[in-house]
């Protein structure tokens, strides 16, 4: 999956920020309005793909092209504690990783994690069903590839994670140091992912993103769900490994 310049824009060294745009007011998520999902391709010329493309994200995971891939594919997490920073980017609250927060290496590529994010409710639906919260855990290789791996969360009890967050986001500010945070806190909660190629779910809507997400049968910062068009889609049982 080779680099795109919209890509390198969006992965700039000095803030990896995955699907952000600096200026959050450039574009929302009003269905109807000028500035909505339906109308970012048509914003900036660079954002053409969010109209145009042929792999966009999100979709709905329970097409009929999903195929189940038992053992082939490999996870290994190799997370660690670092400093961080909780940023409100107008759009979503993001946590940045500011030192090396360790990687995750699936079938041979390693991953560095950047950031983690929110939507609400989620953005990927299962079987036409939006679930209340998605976690994005966003990961790029040394040669510029990006993967993200989803969580998808149900209604039930606290997540201490989520929970360890919520009492140190202070209420006006936009950035908040938090200090160091473990990504291994981060509860994935799955034993099967549903994986397939698409794009950032925010302008540019730059493809080739490999998209992993954790399996589980208001105000809202989540786009439509995009056409799969002839993209396969796979329920991958893993393989999987975590550092300790």
Same mark, same amino acid.
Request: charged share 15%; with cysteine; aromatic share 10%.
């Given at each position: 999956m080779a680099l795109t310049s919209n890509l390198m824009r969006a992965l700039d060294e000095k803030d990896f920020d995955y699907d952000s745009n600096e200026d959050e007011t450039e574009f929302n998520y009003d269905p109807n309005g000028e500035k909505g999902p339906?109308?970012?391709?048509r914003i900036h010329p660079e954002w053409g793909a969010c109209s145009n493309g042929s792999m966009q994200s999100p979709i709905d995971?329970?097409?009929?092209?999903?195929d189940v891939v038992s053992h082939t594919w490999r996870i290994q997490r190799s997370y660690k504690p670092a400093n961080a920073t909780l940023s409100n980017r107008g759009h979503d609250m993001m946590l940045k990783w500011e030192g090396g927060a360790g990687s995750?290496?699936?079938n041979g590529t390693e991953y560095l994690l950047k950031q983690c994010h929110w939507h609400s409710p989620s953005e990927h639906t299962i079987h036409g069903k939006r679930l209340p919260l998605e976690t994005h855990m966003v990961h790029a290789s040394l040669d510029g590839e990006v993967a993200v791996v989803g969580i +998808? %969360?149900?209604?039930?009890?606290?997540? =201490?994670?989520l929970t360890s967050l919520q009492s140190v986001a202070g209420a006006n500010e936009q950035d908040t140091v938090v200090g160091v945070v473990d990504p291994?806190?981060?509860?994935?909660?799955? +034993? %099967?992912?549903?994986?397939?190629?698409? =794009?950032?779910?925010?302008?540019?809507?730059?493809?080739?993103v490999l998209w992993a997400i954790?399996?589980?049968?208001?105000?809202?910062?989540?786009?439509?769900?995009q056409p799969i068009n002839s993209r396969?889609?796979?329920?991958?049982?893993p393989q999987v490994k975590d550092d300790v």
């Open positions: 339906a109308q970012w391709g995971l329970m097409s009929d092209s999903v995750i290496e699936i +998808m %969360y149900m209604i039930g009890g606290p997540d =201490s994670f291994r806190n981060i509860k994935i909660g799955s +034993m %099967y992912y549903y994986s397939y190629i698409g =794009s950032l779910t925010t302008p540019p809507c730059t493809e080739n954790a399996g589980k049968e208001s105000d809202t910062n989540a786009r439509p769900t396969a889609v796979k329920i991958l049982i």
